[in-house]
């Protein structure tokens, strides 16, 4: 079955750095997101991706985020400058149209 | 806004018994979608079972089904049989099933029931 996949599966990065996630959404999906989920805590929606552009975000991703698909498989989120409370895992998910949604394995991102 | 609100933090069973974990929601919304994820200490999040607004019939997944009680707002998920391998971090999830708007796409998740499994 096709699976979304996330690399890294854990990141550690200074307090201050840039950091990228990297999702490839299955393959005939057209609708692209992350969530965040602090240790303990609920997922939370973060962005979500269509066409090209984002669809919608939450109040989470200000303007130190960003979301890409640089090219037809990848799908990047990017924290420009890190802080602690960024530290989280990460899920990236795909579906198309109403179907369910497909989750990746997650990024763990540490912030030190 | 929705909101998905899980009010039992944690439930355990006995192996080969039945449980059944809750979840409310609230939405102004007449068509929509409620799913359950299951997410096991590797923190994967994997889809357990669905159920479409429009549809009467309660959904049913071998040892998952639902109890969809559209006026009441509620949507739980009873588990069969369980299993030791069924441990893990159950969420309910909303997701609009509109097109286009402010909300299209997005899952909105419950706090998560963590459920412990007693052989």
């Known amino acids: 079955e096709p699976e979304v996949t996330q690399t890294p599966s854990h990141q550690v990065t200074q307090m201050g750095q840039e950091v990228i996630l990297r999702c490839v959404p299955i393959?005939?999906?057209?609708?692209f997101y992350w969530y965040r989920q602090i240790l303990g805590q609920k997922v939370e929606f973060l962005v979500s991706?269509?066409?090209?552009?984002?669809?919608?975000k939450s109040e989470i991703f200000d303007d130190q985020f960003s979301v890409e698909r640089p090219d037809g498989s990848n799908f990047t989120l990017k924290i420009r400058s890190t802080k602690l409370e960024d530290s989280a895992m990460y899920f990236c998910?795909?579906?198309?149209?109403?179907?369910?949604?497909?989750f990746g394995d997650g990024t763990r991102l540490s912030i030190l | 806004a929705q909101t998905v609100t899980q009010s039992q933090p944690e439930m355990s069973v006995q192996e080969a018994e039945t449980v059944t974990l809750s979840c409310t929601y609230d939405?102004?919304?007449?068509?929509?979608?409620l799913f359950w994820y299951k997410q096991p200490p590797s923190r994967q999040m994997i889809l357990v079972i669905r159920?479409?607004?429009?549809?009467?019939q309660n959904a049913t997944e071998n040892r998952f089904s639902v109890n969809f009680q559209k006026a009441a707002k509620s949507f739980s998920l009873k588990i069969s049989d369980s299993q030791l391998g069924d441990a893990a971090m159950y969420f309910c999830?909303?997701?609009?099933?509109?097109?286009?708007?402010?909300?299209?796409?997005?899952?909105?998740f419950g706090q998560g029931t963590i459920l412990t499994v007693h052989p």
């Open positions: 998910a795909s579906s198309i149209s109403n179907q369910p949604q497909h």
């Open positions: 393959s005939n999906h057209l609708y």
């Open positions: 991706f269509y066409n090209n552009e984002i669809s919608e």
């Open positions: 939405t102004s919304e007449s068509d929509y979608y």
């Open positions: 159920q479409e607004a429009y549809k009467q």
């Open positions: 999830a909303y997701r609009s099933a509109f097109t286009g708007g402010t909300s299209y796409g997005k899952l909105t």
